[in-house]
Protein backbone atom coordinates (compact mmCIF):
# COMPACT_ATOMS: atom_id res chain seq x y z
CA UNK A 1 0.00 0.00 0.00
CA UNK A 2 1.42 3.49 -0.85
CA UNK A 3 2.30 5.72 1.81
CA UNK A 4 1.40 9.14 1.68
CA UNK A 5 2.56 11.95 3.29
CA UNK A 6 2.65 16.18 3.34
CA UNK A 7 5.78 18.14 2.69
CA UNK A 8 6.26 21.94 1.23
CA UNK A 9 7.23 22.28 -2.27
CA UNK A 10 8.48 25.69 -3.20
CA UNK A 11 6.26 28.39 -1.51
CA UNK A 12 3.15 26.37 -1.04
CA UNK A 13 2.56 22.91 -0.04
CA UNK A 14 0.39 19.86 -1.04
CA UNK A 15 -0.47 16.41 -0.08
CA UNK A 16 0.46 12.85 -2.26
CA UNK A 17 2.81 10.24 -2.87
CA UNK A 18 5.75 11.51 -3.36
CA UNK A 19 7.20 10.36 -6.87
CA UNK A 20 10.81 10.22 -7.84
CA UNK A 21 10.82 13.57 -9.60
CA UNK A 22 8.98 15.29 -7.05
CA UNK A 23 11.10 13.71 -3.73
CA UNK A 24 14.88 15.11 -6.23
CA UNK A 25 12.91 18.54 -6.76
CA UNK A 26 12.23 18.48 -2.74
CA UNK A 27 16.13 17.63 -2.29
CA UNK A 28 17.95 19.72 -4.72
CA UNK A 29 15.23 22.65 -5.15
CA UNK A 30 14.41 23.33 -1.55
CA UNK A 31 17.14 21.84 0.62
CA UNK A 32 20.61 22.57 0.47
CA UNK A 33 23.15 19.58 -0.62
CA UNK A 34 26.80 19.28 -0.12
CA UNK A 35 27.75 18.95 -3.93
CA UNK A 36 31.26 18.58 -5.49
CA UNK A 37 32.57 21.92 -6.88
CA UNK A 38 34.38 22.22 -10.06
CA UNK A 39 38.05 23.37 -9.69
CA UNK A 40 38.50 27.09 -10.52
CA UNK A 41 40.56 25.89 -13.54
CA UNK A 42 38.18 23.86 -14.89
CA UNK A 43 35.80 26.66 -14.60
CA UNK A 44 37.70 29.05 -16.40
CA UNK A 45 38.56 26.32 -18.98
CA UNK A 46 35.33 25.69 -19.94
CA UNK A 47 33.62 29.56 -20.14
CA UNK A 48 37.24 30.19 -22.59
CA UNK A 49 36.17 26.84 -24.52
CA UNK A 50 32.36 29.12 -24.71
CA UNK A 51 33.86 32.19 -25.87
CA UNK A 52 35.89 30.42 -28.42
CA UNK A 53 32.78 28.70 -29.91
CA UNK A 54 31.15 31.78 -30.55
CA UNK A 55 27.72 33.24 -29.11
CA UNK A 56 25.13 30.72 -27.80
CA UNK A 57 21.86 30.06 -28.85
CA UNK A 58 19.00 29.24 -26.82
CA UNK A 59 20.14 26.47 -24.35
CA UNK A 60 23.82 27.40 -24.80
CA UNK A 61 24.30 25.14 -27.92
CA UNK A 62 26.51 27.02 -31.10
CA UNK A 63 23.48 25.95 -33.38
CA UNK A 64 24.58 22.02 -33.52
CA UNK A 65 22.15 19.27 -32.00
CA UNK A 66 23.55 16.55 -29.80
CA UNK A 67 23.54 13.26 -31.41
CA UNK A 68 23.66 11.94 -35.05
CA UNK A 69 20.41 9.94 -35.50
CA UNK A 70 18.77 12.64 -38.06
CA UNK A 71 20.43 14.23 -41.48
CA UNK A 72 21.39 17.82 -41.27
CA UNK A 73 19.98 18.68 -44.32
CA UNK A 74 16.18 17.76 -44.37
CA UNK A 75 14.88 18.08 -41.16
CA UNK A 76 11.21 17.52 -42.24
CA UNK A 77 9.46 14.31 -42.24
CA UNK A 78 7.03 12.71 -44.58
CA UNK A 79 4.06 13.27 -42.55
CA UNK A 80 4.88 17.42 -41.96
CA UNK A 81 6.34 17.04 -38.93
CA UNK A 82 9.36 18.88 -38.31
CA UNK A 83 12.40 18.39 -35.99
CA UNK A 84 16.15 19.38 -35.47
CA UNK A 85 16.88 22.97 -37.40
CA UNK A 86 13.61 23.22 -39.42
CA UNK A 87 11.71 23.49 -36.17
CA UNK A 88 13.78 25.67 -34.61
CA UNK A 89 13.47 27.92 -37.28
CA UNK A 90 9.83 27.87 -37.25
CA UNK A 91 9.82 28.32 -33.56
CA UNK A 92 12.09 31.81 -34.20
CA UNK A 93 9.93 33.15 -36.91
CA UNK A 94 6.48 32.13 -35.25
CA UNK A 95 4.28 35.07 -35.18
CA UNK A 96 1.69 34.14 -31.86
CA UNK A 97 2.00 32.12 -29.00
CA UNK A 98 -1.04 29.80 -30.72
CA UNK A 99 1.15 29.01 -33.47
CA UNK A 100 4.46 28.27 -31.72
CA UNK A 101 1.76 25.55 -28.83
CA UNK A 102 0.84 24.08 -32.17
CA UNK A 103 3.65 23.69 -33.36
CA UNK A 104 5.08 21.89 -30.12
CA UNK A 105 1.83 19.77 -29.45
CA UNK A 106 2.41 18.28 -33.06
CA UNK A 107 5.97 17.60 -32.95
CA UNK A 108 6.25 16.73 -29.06
CA UNK A 109 8.48 13.41 -30.20
CA UNK A 110 11.33 15.69 -31.46
CA UNK A 111 11.39 18.64 -28.91
CA UNK A 112 15.27 18.89 -28.01
CA UNK A 113 15.98 21.06 -24.74
CA UNK A 114 17.18 23.84 -27.53
CA UNK A 115 13.40 23.89 -28.53
CA UNK A 116 11.85 23.91 -25.35
CA UNK A 117 14.43 26.74 -24.69
CA UNK A 118 13.44 28.80 -27.39
CA UNK A 119 10.07 28.32 -27.54
CA UNK A 120 9.36 29.51 -23.75
CA UNK A 121 11.19 32.52 -24.31
CA UNK A 122 9.49 33.06 -27.87
CA UNK A 123 6.30 32.62 -26.29
CA UNK A 124 6.92 35.09 -23.24
CA UNK A 125 8.02 37.75 -25.27
CA UNK A 126 5.12 37.56 -28.09
CA UNK A 127 2.84 37.34 -24.82
CA UNK A 128 4.74 40.72 -23.86
CA UNK A 129 4.27 42.75 -26.98
CA UNK A 130 0.58 41.57 -26.61
CA UNK A 131 -0.04 43.07 -23.39
CA UNK A 132 1.86 46.21 -24.31
CA UNK A 133 -0.70 46.63 -27.08
CA UNK A 134 -3.73 45.98 -24.34
CA UNK A 135 -2.37 48.42 -21.58
CA UNK A 136 -0.12 47.76 -18.28
CA UNK A 137 -3.56 46.14 -17.15
CA UNK A 138 -3.61 43.18 -19.34
CA UNK A 139 -3.52 39.69 -17.79
CA UNK A 140 -0.76 37.32 -17.39
CA UNK A 141 -0.25 33.82 -18.69
CA UNK A 142 -2.45 32.06 -16.68
CA UNK A 143 -4.68 30.43 -18.85
CA UNK A 144 -1.61 29.28 -20.59
CA UNK A 145 -1.89 26.43 -17.48
CA UNK A 146 -5.27 25.07 -18.77
CA UNK A 147 -3.96 24.71 -22.02
CA UNK A 148 -2.96 20.97 -23.16
CA UNK A 149 -0.58 22.25 -25.60
CA UNK A 150 1.63 24.30 -22.67
CA UNK A 151 1.25 21.22 -20.69
CA UNK A 152 3.63 19.24 -23.63
CA UNK A 153 5.92 22.15 -23.00
CA UNK A 154 6.53 21.67 -19.87
CA UNK A 155 6.82 17.89 -19.94
CA UNK A 156 9.18 18.39 -22.46
CA UNK A 157 10.82 21.39 -19.87
CA UNK A 158 10.72 18.65 -17.02
CA UNK A 159 11.74 15.78 -18.57
CA UNK A 160 15.60 17.65 -20.04
CA UNK A 161 16.10 19.00 -17.08
CA UNK A 162 19.90 18.40 -16.66
CA UNK A 163 20.34 18.90 -20.29
CA UNK A 164 20.08 23.03 -19.97
CA UNK A 165 23.25 24.62 -19.36
CA UNK A 166 23.67 28.05 -16.84
CA UNK A 167 22.02 30.53 -19.44
CA UNK A 168 19.02 28.14 -20.53
CA UNK A 169 18.37 27.36 -16.95
CA UNK A 170 17.89 31.07 -15.91
CA UNK A 171 16.32 32.03 -19.15
CA UNK A 172 13.89 29.20 -18.28
CA UNK A 173 13.01 30.82 -15.32
CA UNK A 174 13.09 34.58 -16.54
CA UNK A 175 10.42 33.14 -19.56
CA UNK A 176 8.22 32.09 -16.62
CA UNK A 177 8.19 35.23 -15.11
CA UNK A 178 8.08 37.72 -18.19
CA UNK A 179 4.83 35.73 -18.67
CA UNK A 180 3.31 36.06 -15.36
CA UNK A 181 2.74 32.36 -15.00
CA UNK A 182 3.49 30.46 -12.42
CA UNK A 183 3.93 26.72 -13.64
CA UNK A 184 3.54 24.93 -10.13
CA UNK A 185 5.84 24.56 -7.46
CA UNK A 186 7.20 21.36 -8.80
CA UNK A 187 8.75 22.32 -11.75
CA UNK A 188 10.27 25.90 -10.21
CA UNK A 189 12.07 23.65 -7.97
CA UNK A 190 13.12 21.62 -10.98
CA UNK A 191 14.42 24.57 -12.37
CA UNK A 192 16.04 26.43 -8.57
CA UNK A 193 17.53 23.12 -8.04
CA UNK A 194 19.26 22.47 -11.29
CA UNK A 195 20.74 25.99 -10.97
CA UNK A 196 21.99 25.33 -7.65
CA UNK A 197 24.05 22.36 -9.00
CA UNK A 198 25.74 24.63 -11.44
CA UNK A 199 27.62 26.13 -9.13
CA UNK A 200 30.28 28.60 -10.46
CA UNK A 201 29.23 27.90 -14.10
CA UNK A 202 26.51 30.69 -13.60
CA UNK A 203 27.20 34.40 -14.27
CA UNK A 204 26.03 37.32 -12.41
CA UNK A 205 23.29 37.63 -15.06
CA UNK A 206 21.85 34.42 -14.74
CA UNK A 207 21.82 34.54 -11.09
CA UNK A 208 19.90 38.00 -11.48
CA UNK A 209 17.54 36.88 -14.32
CA UNK A 210 16.73 33.75 -11.55
CA UNK A 211 16.48 36.19 -8.54
CA UNK A 212 13.56 38.55 -10.61
CA UNK A 213 11.74 35.80 -12.28
CA UNK A 214 11.67 34.84 -8.18
CA UNK A 215 9.97 38.00 -6.80
CA UNK A 216 8.03 38.09 -10.22
CA UNK A 217 6.56 34.41 -9.79
CA UNK A 218 6.29 35.19 -5.89
CA UNK A 219 8.32 32.09 -5.43
CA UNK A 220 10.89 31.51 -2.51
CA UNK A 221 12.91 29.46 -2.90
CA UNK A 222 14.37 28.24 0.87
CA UNK A 223 16.96 31.04 2.40
CA UNK A 224 19.67 28.09 1.77
CA UNK A 225 19.15 27.91 -1.94
CA UNK A 226 19.27 31.86 -2.19
CA UNK A 227 21.88 32.34 -0.10
CA UNK A 228 24.15 29.57 -2.72
CA UNK A 229 23.07 31.73 -5.70
CA UNK A 230 23.71 34.89 -4.57
CA UNK A 231 27.37 33.75 -3.15
CA UNK A 232 27.90 32.50 -6.73
CA UNK A 233 26.50 35.60 -8.15
CA UNK A 234 28.77 37.78 -5.90
CA UNK A 235 31.80 35.80 -7.10
CA UNK A 236 31.48 36.11 -10.54
CA UNK A 237 31.02 39.65 -10.86
CA UNK A 238 34.17 40.54 -12.52
CA UNK A 239 32.34 39.57 -15.70
CA UNK A 240 29.19 41.75 -14.69
CA UNK A 241 27.53 44.26 -16.28
CA UNK A 242 26.60 47.04 -13.94
CA UNK A 243 23.23 46.81 -15.11
CA UNK A 244 22.92 43.51 -13.87
CA UNK A 245 24.11 43.99 -10.76
CA UNK A 246 21.64 46.51 -10.02
CA UNK A 247 18.80 43.89 -11.26
CA UNK A 248 20.21 41.63 -9.06
CA UNK A 249 20.38 44.20 -6.24
CA UNK A 250 16.88 44.94 -6.55
CA UNK A 251 15.62 41.88 -6.81
CA UNK A 252 16.85 40.24 -3.87
CA UNK A 253 15.05 43.32 -1.84
CA UNK A 254 11.85 41.85 -4.00
CA UNK A 255 12.82 38.20 -2.30
CA UNK A 256 13.52 39.87 1.28
CA UNK A 257 16.75 38.11 1.03
CA UNK A 258 19.24 39.03 3.39
CA UNK A 259 22.56 38.52 1.61
CA UNK A 260 26.26 38.58 3.17
CA UNK A 261 28.11 41.77 4.21
CA UNK A 262 31.08 40.46 2.30
CA UNK A 263 29.25 39.60 -0.67
CA UNK A 264 27.46 43.62 -0.54
CA UNK A 265 31.26 44.67 0.16
CA UNK A 266 32.72 43.28 -3.00
CA UNK A 267 29.39 44.78 -5.41
CA UNK A 268 30.16 48.25 -3.98
CA UNK A 269 33.62 47.83 -5.09
CA UNK A 270 33.09 46.56 -8.19
CA UNK A 271 30.35 49.18 -8.92
CA UNK A 272 33.00 52.16 -7.77
CA UNK A 273 35.31 50.59 -10.15
CA UNK A 274 33.05 51.13 -12.79
CA UNK A 275 31.34 54.12 -11.90
CA UNK A 276 31.83 56.50 -15.08
CA UNK A 277 29.64 54.17 -16.76
CA UNK A 278 26.94 54.11 -13.99
CA UNK A 279 24.20 55.66 -15.68
CA UNK A 280 21.61 58.06 -13.12
CA UNK A 281 18.75 55.19 -13.07
CA UNK A 282 21.22 52.91 -12.29
CA UNK A 283 22.99 55.32 -9.66
CA UNK A 284 19.55 55.43 -7.73
CA UNK A 285 18.62 51.87 -7.82
CA UNK A 286 22.24 50.84 -6.59
CA UNK A 287 22.17 53.43 -3.83
CA UNK A 288 18.66 52.62 -2.31
CA UNK A 289 18.74 48.95 -3.25
CA UNK A 290 22.07 48.85 -0.79
CA UNK A 291 20.32 50.73 2.15
CA UNK A 292 16.92 48.58 1.75
CA UNK A 293 19.20 45.41 2.36
CA UNK A 294 21.03 46.42 5.23
CA UNK A 295 24.23 48.11 4.01
CA UNK A 296 25.60 51.65 4.42
CA UNK A 297 27.69 52.24 1.43
CA UNK A 298 31.52 53.00 2.16
CA UNK A 299 31.97 56.95 1.92
CA UNK A 300 33.82 56.74 -1.19
CA UNK A 301 30.04 55.50 -2.86
CA UNK A 302 28.47 58.20 -1.01
CA UNK A 303 30.64 60.92 -2.49
CA UNK A 304 30.17 59.48 -5.96
CA UNK A 305 26.39 59.78 -5.75
CA UNK A 306 26.88 63.27 -4.98
CA UNK A 307 29.19 63.90 -7.55
CA UNK A 308 27.12 62.52 -10.15
CA UNK A 309 24.28 64.21 -9.38
CA UNK A 310 25.92 67.81 -8.92
CA UNK A 311 28.06 66.54 -12.27
CA UNK A 312 24.90 65.47 -14.67
CA UNK A 313 21.74 66.74 -12.65
CA UNK A 314 19.94 67.48 -15.63
CA UNK A 315 19.95 63.85 -16.51
CA UNK A 316 18.50 62.36 -12.92
CA UNK A 317 14.59 61.98 -13.69
CA UNK A 318 12.28 62.98 -10.11
CA UNK A 319 12.37 59.01 -9.39
CA UNK A 320 15.51 59.15 -9.80
CA UNK A 321 15.99 62.14 -7.23
CA UNK A 322 13.34 60.71 -4.52
CA UNK A 323 15.12 57.54 -4.48
CA UNK A 324 18.21 59.32 -4.05
CA UNK A 325 17.40 61.49 -1.80
CA UNK A 326 15.19 58.51 0.41
CA UNK A 327 18.43 55.94 0.55
CA UNK A 328 21.00 59.12 1.41
CA UNK A 329 18.21 59.98 4.43
CA UNK A 330 17.75 56.44 5.96
CA UNK A 331 21.63 56.31 5.91
CA UNK A 332 21.71 59.24 7.77
CA UNK A 333 24.27 61.01 5.58
CA UNK A 334 22.98 64.49 4.29
CA UNK A 335 23.88 65.12 0.58
CA UNK A 336 26.37 68.52 0.02
CA UNK A 337 24.41 71.55 -0.29
CA UNK A 338 24.99 72.13 -3.52
CA UNK A 339 22.76 69.33 -4.51
CA UNK A 340 20.12 70.17 -1.62
CA UNK A 341 19.79 73.60 -3.24
CA UNK A 342 19.71 72.15 -7.08
CA UNK A 343 16.80 69.46 -5.67
CA UNK A 344 14.83 72.23 -3.63
CA UNK A 345 15.14 74.76 -6.95
CA UNK A 346 13.58 72.06 -9.01
CA UNK A 347 10.93 71.37 -7.09
CA UNK A 348 9.97 75.00 -6.36
CA UNK A 349 9.92 75.90 -10.15
CA UNK A 350 8.64 72.44 -11.72
CA UNK A 351 6.21 71.50 -8.80
CA UNK A 352 3.59 70.52 -11.67
CA UNK A 353 6.30 67.76 -13.22
CA UNK A 354 6.38 65.65 -10.12
CA UNK A 355 3.80 62.81 -9.19
CA UNK A 356 2.85 62.84 -5.89
CA UNK A 357 5.01 59.63 -4.69
CA UNK A 358 8.22 61.66 -5.74
CA UNK A 359 7.83 65.12 -4.62
CA UNK A 360 6.05 63.25 -1.03
CA UNK A 361 9.58 61.74 -1.09
CA UNK A 362 11.37 64.61 -1.82
CA UNK A 363 10.24 66.77 0.58
CA UNK A 364 9.84 64.51 3.95
CA UNK A 365 13.12 63.33 3.16
CA UNK A 366 14.59 66.91 3.08
CA UNK A 367 12.69 67.79 6.21
CA UNK A 368 13.84 64.71 8.16
CA UNK A 369 17.72 65.56 7.21
CA UNK A 370 16.92 69.05 8.61
CA UNK A 371 16.51 70.77 5.59
CA UNK A 372 13.69 73.14 5.75
CA UNK A 373 11.30 72.12 2.01
CA UNK A 374 9.51 75.67 2.35
CA UNK A 375 6.19 75.90 3.72
CA UNK A 376 5.28 77.09 -0.07
CA UNK A 377 6.07 73.43 -1.17
CA UNK A 378 4.05 71.47 1.68
CA UNK A 379 1.49 73.47 0.95
CA UNK A 380 1.00 73.13 -2.81
CA UNK A 381 1.62 69.08 -1.87
CA UNK A 382 -1.19 69.30 0.90
CA UNK A 383 -3.43 71.32 -1.42
CA UNK A 384 -3.00 68.68 -4.00
CA UNK A 385 -3.94 65.91 -1.85
CA UNK A 386 -7.16 67.60 -0.45
CA UNK A 387 -8.28 68.05 -4.17
CA UNK A 388 -7.78 64.82 -5.41
CA UNK A 389 -8.36 63.04 -2.02
CA UNK A 390 -8.38 59.59 -3.97
CA UNK A 391 -5.40 59.79 -5.53
CA UNK A 392 -2.93 59.75 -2.22
CA UNK A 393 -2.48 57.45 0.30
CA UNK A 394 -2.56 57.20 4.19
CA UNK A 395 0.81 56.88 4.57
CA UNK A 396 1.74 59.85 2.01
CA UNK A 397 -0.37 62.27 4.08
CA UNK A 398 1.48 60.91 7.23
CA UNK A 399 4.92 61.96 5.53
CA UNK A 400 3.56 65.67 4.51
CA UNK A 401 2.16 65.88 8.04
CA UNK A 402 5.73 64.95 9.63
CA UNK A 403 7.14 67.13 7.14
CA UNK A 404 5.35 70.06 8.64
CA UNK A 405 5.89 68.87 12.13
CA UNK A 406 9.46 68.55 11.48
CA UNK A 407 10.01 71.82 10.06
CA UNK A 408 7.51 73.98 12.47
CA UNK A 409 4.90 74.77 9.47
CA UNK A 410 1.09 74.51 10.14
CA UNK A 411 -0.98 72.57 7.76
CA UNK A 412 -4.54 73.87 6.49
CA UNK A 413 -7.30 72.62 8.38
CA UNK A 414 -8.70 71.05 5.53
CA UNK A 415 -5.24 68.93 5.40
CA UNK A 416 -5.28 68.32 8.84
CA UNK A 417 -9.08 66.52 7.98
CA UNK A 418 -7.99 64.32 5.42
CA UNK A 419 -4.77 63.27 7.26
CA UNK A 420 -7.17 61.89 10.17
CA UNK A 421 -9.69 60.54 7.41
CA UNK A 422 -7.12 58.92 5.90
CA UNK A 423 -6.00 57.29 8.87
CA UNK A 424 -8.76 56.22 11.05
CA UNK A 425 -6.71 53.20 12.61
CA UNK A 426 -3.84 54.39 14.23
CA UNK A 427 -0.51 53.62 15.21
CA UNK A 428 2.07 55.35 17.91
CA UNK A 429 3.47 57.02 15.02
CA UNK A 430 0.24 58.65 13.25
CA UNK A 431 -1.21 58.69 16.84
CA UNK A 432 1.22 61.48 17.69
CA UNK A 433 1.39 62.89 14.80
CA UNK A 434 -2.61 63.67 14.98
CA UNK A 435 -2.21 64.91 18.25
CA UNK A 436 0.45 67.67 17.47
CA UNK A 437 -0.75 71.27 18.74
CA UNK A 438 0.71 73.92 15.70
Not at 356 to 381: F, H, T, W
Amino acid sequence: MATRCTFRVGAGGREGTPSTRSARALRIGVIQVARERRPAATVCAARQEHSRRGPRGPGGRDGRREGGGRPEGNDRRGDGRLYGKNLQNAIKEARSVDEILDMVAANEDFLDHIHTCTAMYKIAKLAQSERRGRGKRAGGGASLLDDDRFSVLKASIESQINKFDSWATANLLYSFALLRCNPGYSLLDLLTGHAVSLGSLLSTVDVSNAFWAFSQLKYRPHPNVLHELWEVGAQNISTADIRSLAGLLESGVKTGHKPSKASLVAMSDHILGSWSSVTPRVAANVFISFIRLGFVPPAELLDAVDEKISRDFGTFSNRDLALCLSAYRLAKHKPSEGVLAMVLRKVSTSFEDFNERDVVQILYSLAKMNVDPGAKNLDRCANTMVCHPDTCTAESTLRVLDAYVTTGHEPAQEFLSLVKQKNKKTNARSGQLLRHKF
